[in-house]
């Protein structure tokens, strides 16, 4: 079973703060990975996607990839309350029979203090 | 507009009987994916499709049964046979195995 694993959290930060979101994968194949943003009781939304191993950056968003030790990261700088959500990260690998192609960790729940 | 289109947003069911969920894209999307998703839970994944006229149990495809006859369309028929349906539906789609997902606003099934 491909797994993507996220500390659940939650993670609270102040307004104006860095806030660092983690994700692990055990698919050594995996290609793609993306980062979403989940409001409560809303469908999420995708905020990033990375191919290749180093930083890309948009806006307040900054995706990090490392496929040597298979970790993604999503950095938000200067949060702002309105960035209180839950973030999954995907990843996109081999087929994987009945777990599909596309794998969500559980996510993150952030918190951000004014 | 280009999106994904789930109707309708609500959607209220009798014991024992079945639903369709419908999910509707005009992105010219190949795949597309159902998850389900409980209070407090990760998505989990019911059916996916990637091609048209094909499709492929997820995890959780008991009592639940989906077609895709047209590339634009993946709906999902909740069987009497799932017991516990009460739940967040959601639709996706992408332009191949490879890319992102794009969700649709989701469906919010409750057993009465």
């Known amino acids: 079973q491909k797994e993507v694993e996220q500390n659940s959290g939650p993670l609270s930060v102040p307004e104006g703060a860095i806030a660092s979101l983690n994700c692990t994968y055990s698919?050594?194949?995996?290609?793609?990975f993306f980062w979403y943003r989940q409001y409560s009781g809303k469908s999420p939304e995708l905020i990033m996607s990375i191919y290749s191993n180093g930083d890309k950056e948009d806006g307040r968003f900054t995706a990090q990839l490392n496929k040597a030790s298979q970790y993604v990261s999503l950095l938000i700088r200067d949060s702002q309350p309105s960035d209180s959500a839950t973030y999954l990260c995907?990843?996109?690998?081999?087929?994987?029979?009945?777990?599909?192609?596309?794998?969500f960790g559980k996510g993150t729940k952030l918190s951000v203090k004014p | 507009d280009g999106g994904i289109t789930q109707s309708p947003k609500y959607l209220f069911r009798k014991e024992g009987q079945n639903v369709t969920l419908s999910c509707e894209q005009n992105?010219?999307?190949?795949?597309m994916y159902w998850y389900r998703q409980d209070p407090g839970q990760g998505l989990r994944l019911i059916y996916y499709s990637q091609i048209v006229n094909d499709f492929q149990k997820g995890d959780i495809a008991e009592g639940y049964s989906v077609s895709r006859e047209k590339k634009e369309s993946f709906p999902l028929t909740v069987t009497s046979a799932q017991k516990n349906p009460t739940a967040f539906y959601l639709c996706a789609s992408s332009l191949d195995r490879d890319t992102e997902a794009f969700f649709g606003q989701g469906t919010r099934l409750t057993v009465v």
């Open positions: 995907a990843v996109n690998g081999e087929d994987g029979g009945s777990q599909g192609n596309l794998i």
């Open positions: 992105l010219n999307h190949d795949a």
């Open positions: 698919d050594r194949g995996s290609q793609s």
